[in-house]
């Protein structure tokens, strides 16, 4: 077996907020394969976009740091590159696409500058090679037009447009793996549909691993193998999509599914309540209790889920979780 | 149905007021923290200082231009041989009162006036910009030269023609704040519960847009004690009241042969404007919602 | 059901019609309209749910505030219990919106920052003076017991809230006056998944407990099969398919209520199976320049020349079942199919 494309091991970053050190990541491990797709999901504030910005060393200066752990990109160890090594790691063999298609394109360039501008930031292309580029990465995106398209500015274009602009300059320069942070939260659903489709197209194509960031379980169902449910920065469970779905072992995953109103083959007139998950996520200053962070939601909570951390239980195919009730949930 | 139990560590906030919050930013900012407490000297020599040190600055105690420390006098005399501490002391109070009554009255009007045009808008907000420009492109200091000249110099009248001059700032950040907030959904929210419009506008809004509102009174506190000492100098003031504007105007003439007879007074107006001024600052940062998470 | 039948229709819309103003062509010219809900009309029963579905630009969020009287619409009726809200006016229409209440999507920006919950909760009975003084406490205290907040928390500023709490707060609000008809805005959009579970569950609990009318607006059709008895899907201003909870969902018929289900995401794998996904490319028409067709042809996958110049009605083509589409007729099969 080949060494996995990224390797995060025991991962710890902590974020120095005003009542102390938190740790937003907790003991956070896993692997990536080449032309893998991997998803995180979770609620707000569970350490989901921070694993991102970590990988990307971008974590916010002074406030956020990596304490401890590794993570390893082809075997290169990232958590202490030089600044100037992971600029060149960054857009070139990992890129990421972000929420918010309206603010993360610059108003005042037009979309075809901005992506002409990465290829030439790291790939050295001349001004009308990189020209040529970003009309052939347009069209890849399907944005139709794209000859005409490439000289518009942002604000001529619709929020699902946009996001195929950030995707064409985040695939620019082939990386290797492209994150995706919420890349449709702000978009309708037929919207969402196209990109989905266009990003499982690219990866098919060029062959880049996929992390996607979310928090809605049918969208880990439709674009990963693999998901990662995160809970205050702990890994809470990980595995194969498919069997996650069916039989998670964890009672935060199995909230996470059952909560969401799924549209069902065929309806019938019953409704079921829906499962409710009471409370809402600790803030950071729970973090990094040596206890179950979820306890205080749970129902299946017992004096050990507060009195110790789980530890990751292993089921077959790689699923883990970490819960002291793993077996019977 | 009934509450779920509270969780152990869930402990219930305190109910904190905003401004109890802001007050708590506000303390944080050093230089602002001085400063208040500078403005509170200044204040409270205005209000008691003449009780306390009873010299009528309109007496001639001494002879002329006696150098501040000589002969008793702390701050020397002036060109008549009037006591300049006493000037001081006694003008601290018609700046400062002036520099008030002008910064209430631009802000009366300014609130009035950007609060129509930004809750009606339409014809209304057309109508009274119109007008708000017409006032901003006055020349400020010439305008209120005339109404001074032409209507006499008497307190009242100082400040009414410093006040007119300078809402019109207070106007527009009124109007921009009211466009922004009416169109929140908490202000929908009141309308669709049945709010009558002036409710809507002053129990609603206002309060709402209040923050850069007294961060620009603040300021205007400041810039009226000039203007007051700027008129003054001109010779445009109550010439039976003493102020700190007019203990420079009148002792102009001798600006190079005794210049601490300006220089002193000038010297009280630039600190208690800057206290003002540091004031404002942390006013600002400390109701300023977006500086409130650093 | 049997008593569907008896239930008697509480709000009834006719033809709403709502345009902005967008430029004015100088000072002369003629100003240019956008309509951003163009003649539409759907009833509720009493005590039942309709949702109104769409995307970003549907109309969905400014019918609803047309029929709250929030935005002015330019004609149509509003039929509320027997009186046209429409043509209310000044102290009417004040004291009539007692009967009608409004839940909004951001519970961030719905919330007065200066004010305690309790007197948010208070304000509408204190705008309207139909309850005296001294029996709105008690009101309050109840709210705050029935959407499952402690009565420490009244005291508390709407920043010391979680998201959820303060979707709460704005719940007991609306319920303050006992209106027949509440308009819930996207009300859990705006909240995380797990939270969206709690306020969709109160709701439902309430509708139950106070016999509520719900006119629900959604883009997620998750949502809305679990809260509606009646949904009417809106593209461009229009309404393009309307029809109870189960025809809707079991059988749609219009291209664009298909494409819309088959892109929601799903956990179920049969579903996943069995569902071909229809995309539909491009983006929408301009709402300045609306095509004189059906205003899906441009995007429609099974689009016919008729569509792109008739602009279609919306039919009944079975039992509670109308769509706008040419290509769909009695035998109410969809064209996609």
């Not at chain 1, 962070?293 to 790689?318: H, K, W, Y």
């Not at chain 2, 520099?99 to 808008?121: D, N």
């Not at chain 2, 601490?260 to 800057?274: E, H, Q, S």
Request: contains cysteine; charged residues 20%.
């Amino acid at each position: 077996m080949t060494a996995p494309l990224l390797k995060v091991e025991n991962l710890r970053i902590e974020l120095t907020t005003r009542d102390g050190v938190a740790p937003v990541i907790d003991d956070l491990s896993f692997e990536l394969g080449a032309g893998e797709s991997i998803s995180f999901v979770g609620e707000s504030g569970c350490g989901k976009s921070m694993t991102a910005l970590g990988i990307m060393g971008l974590l916010p200066d002074k406030i956020g740091r990596i304490a401890s752990g590794s993570i390893a990109f082809e075997g290169e160890e990232l958590s202490t590159a030089s600044e100037k090594r992971l600029r060149e790691i960054r857009g070139n063999d990992i890129s990421m696409i972000f929420q918010e298609p309206m603010t993360s394109l610059n108003p005042v360039y037009t979309v075809g500058e901005q992506i002409a501008e990465v290829l030439r930031a790291h790939q050295g292309l001349s001004k009308s090679a990189a020209w040529a580029s970003a009309v052939e990465l347009l069209d890849a995106v399907r944005i139709p037009n794209a000859q005409r398209r490439v000289s518009d500015y942002p604000f001529q274009m619709s929020g699902g447009q946009r996001q195929r602009v950030m995707i064409a300059i985040a695939l620019a320069c082939e990386p290797k793996i492209l994150i995706a942070d919420e890349p449709t939260t702000a978009l309708d659903v037929t919207v969402q549909a196209q990109i989905f489709d266009l990003l499982n197209d690219l990866k098919r194509q060029t062959g880049t691993a996929i992390i996607m960031i979310t928090h809605d379980m049918g969208a880990v169902a439709e674009m990963a193998q693999r998901m990662i449910v995160m809970y205050a920065g702990r890994n809470a469970e990980q595995g194969p999509v498919d069997q996650i779905i069916d039989r998670p072992r964890h009672p935060y995953t199995k909230g996470l599914i059952s909560c969401v109103p799924h549209i069902m083959a065929t309806l019938t007139d019953e409704r079921h309540e829906l499962t409710e998950v009471a409370g809402i996520v600790p803030s950071l200053r729970e973090f990094g209790k040596n206890q179950c962070l979820f306890a205080s939601r749970c129902a299946m909570v017992t004096q050990e889920c507060l009195d110790n951390r789980p530890p990751e239980i292993e089921f077959e195919a790689g699923q883990k979780s970490a819960c002291w009730h793993a077996g019977t949930v | 149905m009934s509450a779920p139990p509270l969780q152990p560590q869930e402990e219930l906030p305190t109910a904190r007021h905003p401004f109890a919050e802001a007050w708590e930013m506000f303390r944080r900012n050093h230089a602002a923290m001085v400063a208040l407490v500078v403005l509170t000297l200044i204040v409270l020599t205005a209000i008691f200082g003449p009780y306390i040190y009873k010299t009528d600055p309109f007496d001639m105690v001494w002879a002329p231009f006696s150098p501040p420390g000589v002969d008793g006098f702390l701050l020397g005399t002036d060109y008549l041989g009037r006591d300049l501490l006493a000037a001081l002391i006694h003008g601290a109070r018609v700046s400062i009162l002036i520099g008030l009554a002008a910064a209430l009255m631009s802000v009366f009007i300014g609130v009035t006036v950007g609060a129509l045009a930004g809750f009606y808008r339409g014809w209304v907000e057309e109508v009274l910009m119109r007008v708000t420009e017409f006032f901003q492109v006055l020349p400020t200091l010439l305008f209120s030269m005339v109404i001074v000249a032409l209507f006499g110099a008497s307190l009242p009248m100082i400040t009414f023609a410093i006040g007119i001059v300078s809402w019109t700032a207070v106007a527009r950040i009124t109007r921009s704040e009211f466009l922004r907030i009416r169109e929140l959904e908490y202000v929908t929210a009141s309308r669709a519960s049945g709010a009558k419009n002036g409710t809507l506008m002053f129990k609603i809004i206002l309060p709402n847009a209040l923050p850069p509102i007294i961060v620009q009174a603040a300021l205007m506190v400041g810039s009226a004690i000039l203007f007051e000492a700027g008129l003054s100098f001109l010779g445009l003031t109550d010439p039976n009241v003493v102020s700190w504007g007019q203990v420079i105007g009148s002792n102009r003439q001798y600006i190079l042969d005794a210049s601490y007879t300006v220089t002193i007074p000038g010297i009280a107006i630039f600190i208690t404007v800057l206290a003002i001024s540091l004031v404002g600052d942390g006013l600002n940062d400390a109701l300023n919602p977006k500086l409130r998470q650093r | 059901m049997s008593d569907t039948a008896q239930k008697d229709v509480l709000l009834n819309v006719e033809n709403l019609t709502v345009r902005f103003a967008v430029k004015k062509g100088g000072l002369f010219g003629q100003p240019k309209y956008l309509y951003a809900v163009d003649d539409i009309s759907f009833e509720i029963k009493r005590g039942e749910t309709l949702a109104i579905v769409g995307e970003s630009g549907s109309g969905k969020t400014t019918a609803a505030l047309a029929v709250a009287r929030l935005v002015n619409a330019y004609k149509g009726r509003v039929d509320l219990d027997g009186t046209d809200f429409l043509t209310l006016e000044d102290e009417d229409l004040r004291q009539a919106r007692a009967k009608m209440q409004f839940i909004f999507q951001d519970p961030y920006s719905s919330l007065n920052p200066r004010v305690r919950a309790e007197k948010i909760v208070r304000e509408p009975l204190d705008n309207l003076d139909a309850v005296p003084e001294a029996e709105r406490q008690g009101i309050v205290d109840k709210l705050f017991e029935a959407v499952g907040l402690h009565p420490e928390q009244q005291r508390l500023f709407p920043h010391q809230f979680s998201g959820g709490q303060r979707q709460r707060i704005g719940i007991a609000r609306a319920l303050s006056t006992q209106p027949e008809l509440i308009i819930c805005d996207e009300p859990v959009s705006a909240l995380d998944v797990a939270v969206q579970a709690q306020i969709l569950n109160l709701l439902r609990k309430l509708q139950a407990d106070f016999g509520l009318t719900y006119l629900f607006i959604s883009h997620d059709l998750g949502v809305v099969q679990h809260m509606c008895d009646s949904i009417a899907v809106m593209y461009m201003g229009k309404v393009v398919e309307y029809a109870d909870r189960l025809s809707l969902f079991n059988n749609p018929l219009h291209p664009y209520t298909v494409a819309l289900l088959s892109a929601v995401p799903s956990v179920d794998k049969k579903r996943r199976a069995d569902t071909k996904r229809i995309l539909i490319p491009g983006d929408p028409p301009d709402p300045l320049a609306l095509p004189e067709g059906c205003r899906f042809a441009n995007r429609c996958p099974v689009a016919q020349d008729r569509c792109k110049t008739q602009q279609p009605s919306l039919k009944t083509v079975a039992t509670g079942h109308k769509v706008a589409c040419h290509l769909v007729d009695e035998t109410a099969v969809s064209p996609l199919r």
